[in-house]
């Protein structure tokens, strides 16, 4: 059962591209569907639990089913085949990366990476104000975290919990 976890865990990592939630149709097919480790229902409360706890939805995701078929071996294998494609993945990008850094076609490429990557993270930064802020009780709290973060460089762990404290209180 553990190298079965492993090898099918390994199989959603290695073919799921797009981050966590775009692995939940391969993980609901392998885990639900075909090997009929959980239920729908399971399935989907599983998918909540991991949204609501710290770390990737996809590893979340793998090291409860894990656990939960196998107990703490089933878990750390399970986490260890979604996780290791990304390991393998990266340590050979890595290794390309150091041998051809000092080419000017990749110094080109990745001078202009940077501003990119800092449009989509200001993308995603607009999109989830647009989800977030929906009246002038968040608007407000929105305001105050971003002035007191900038002022006082707090740590955003704190400001967030000092935002749900004050989303409680004022509604």
């Known amino acids: 059962m553990i190298l079965k976890l492993f090898f099918t ?18 993980i609901q097919l392998n885990v639900v569907n075909q090997n009929n480790w959980l239920s729908h229902k399971e399935f ?11 770390g990737p939805i996809a590893i979340n995701c793998a090291t ?16 260890l085949g979604v996780s290791m494609p990304s390991i393998i993945i990266m340590i050979i990008l890595t290794k ?12 080109s490429i990745f001078s ?14 607009i999109l989830i104000f647009n989800e977030s802020v ?12 971003f002035v007191v973060s900038l002022k006082y460089k707090i740590d955003p762990i704190i400001l967030t919990i000092i935002g749900g404290i004050l989303g409680y209180i004022i509604f």
């Open 9 to 26: 865990f390994f199989k959603i990592g290695m073919f799921s591209f797009g981050g966590g939630y775009a692995m939940l149709p391969l």
């Open 134 to 145: 929906f009246d002038t009780r968040t608007f407000f709290i929105f305001i105050l975290a």
């Open 44 to 54: 989907i409360d599983i998918v909540a639990i991991s949204q609501v706890t710290p």
């Open 64 to 79: 409860y089913v894990g656990y939960k078929l196998a107990g703490i071996s089933g878990a750390l294998f399970s986490t």
């Open 96 to 107: 390309l990366v150091l041998k051809v850094n000092k080419a000017k076609f990749f110094e």
């Open 112 to 125: 202009n990476l940077r501003p990119t990557v800092i449009g989509l993270i200001l993308a995603a930064a």
